[in-house]
C-alpha cells in the first residue's frame, strides 16, 4: 500500500533560518512519483516540484532543493535563508504508474511552516 | 494560474441539498482528480477521470458522484448534504500519459459550507 508520512506538524523558524521538511514514502511499485506542494493561507495547492522513481538526481531552484533518496525512501525539502512569504503549509505526495497512466496522488498530512520576521 | 478553473469558488448551502462543482482542466489534460480537504482528514482523493472514463475511486461517498464529459470538463454531484461534507474540493488535472510522469496541477478550489 501506498502511504506518505510527512512526521513535522509544525515547524517555527525566524527568517533567514535554513529548515528541513520531512518526507517518507512507501510504495510497492518501481515506477512512482514524487512531488511536493504549498498550500498557503490562502488555500490553493501551488505545484513546487515533481520526481520520477528512475531520476534521483538532486535539484535546486533559487532557495529551494530536494534531497531524493530511494535507498531511505525519503523525499526531503530544504528551503535556504527562508523568508516570511515561505509561511504554508507543505505537502509531500506520491503517485504511481498503472495500466498506462499515471494514477491519483496519496499526500502526506502536512507540514505547517512557520516563518517569523 | 495554474490553468485548471473551478467554480464557484465560494457555496453555502442548507443540509440536505444538492450541489454541483464544475472544473475545466488544463488545455490538453486527459486526466482529472476531484480531492476533498477537511479539517480532521487532511486531502482525500475522491476520484479520477481519464479521457471520459472513471479510472479510479478513493474515499468518496455515495451521495457524492462525478463525471468527465467529452470535451473533458468534470463535474462533481454532492447530495444530501451534511454538515460534516463542509470543506475545500478541489480538482486536479495532468495529462496522465507517459511514464516519466506528469505534473498534477491543482485549480484554487470549491469552499463549500454546509449549515
Known amino acids: 500500500a501506498q502511504k506518505v508520512t510527512q512526521a513535522q506538524t509544525e515547524i517555527s523558524v525566524v527568517e533567514k533560518e535554513d529548515v528541513t521538511l520531512d518526507c517518507v514514502y512507501e510504495?510497492?511499485?518501481?515506477?512512482?512519483?514524487l512531488f511536493w506542494y504549498k498550500q498557503p493561507p490562502s488555500g490553493e495547492l501551488v505545484f513546487l516540484i515533481r520526481?520520477?522513481?528512475?531520476?534521483?538526481q538532486n535539484e535546486i531552484s533559487g532557495r529551494y532543493s530536494w534531497n531524493f533518496q530511494k535507498s531511505t525512501s525519503s523525499f526531503n525539502f530544504t528551503i535556504t535563508a527562508s523568508q516570511v512569504v515561505d509561511s504554508a503549509v507543505y505537502f509531500c505526495?506520491?503517485?504511481?504508474?498503472?495500466?498506462?497512466?499515471?494514477?491519483?496522488?496519496?499526500f502526506g498530512k502536512g507540514t505547517k511552516l512557520s516563518v517569523k520576521p | 494560474d495554474s490553468g485548471v478553473t473551478q467554480t464557484p469558488k465560494h457555496l453555502i448551502t442548507a443540509t440536505g441539498q444538492r450541489v454541483t462543482l464544475r472544473c475545466s482542466p488544463r488545455?490538453?489534460?486527459?486526466?482529472v482528480y476531484w480531492y476533498q480537504q477537511s479539517l480532521d482528514q487532511g486531502l482525500q482523493f475522491l476520484i479520477q477521470?481519464?479521457?471520459?472514463?472513471?479510472?479510479a475511486k478513493g474515499n468518496i461517498l455515495e451521495r457524492f458522484s462525478a463525471q468527465q464529459f467529452p470535451d473533458l470538463h468534470s463535474e462533481l454531484n454532492l447530495s444530501s448534504l451534511e454538515l460534516g461534507d463542509s470543506a475545500l474540493y478541489f480538482c486536479?488535472?495532468?495529462?496522465?500519459?507517459?511514464?516519466?510522469?506528469?505534473?498534477?496541477?491543482f485549480g484554487e478550489g470549491s469552499w463549500l459550507t454546509v449549515v
Open positions: 510504495t510497492r511499485d518501481t515506477t512512482y512519483y
Open positions: 486536479a488535472s495532468s495529462v496522465a500519459t507517459g511514464e516519466t510522469g506528469n505534473t498534477i496541477y
Open positions: 477521470y481519464y479521457n471520459g472514463e472513471e479510472r
Open positions: 505526495a506520491l503517485s504511481e504508474w498503472y495500466g498506462g497512466s499515471q494514477g491519483n496522488l496519496i
Open positions: 488545455s490538453g489534460d486527459l486526466s
Open positions: 520526481r520520477n522513481s528512475f531520476d534521483e
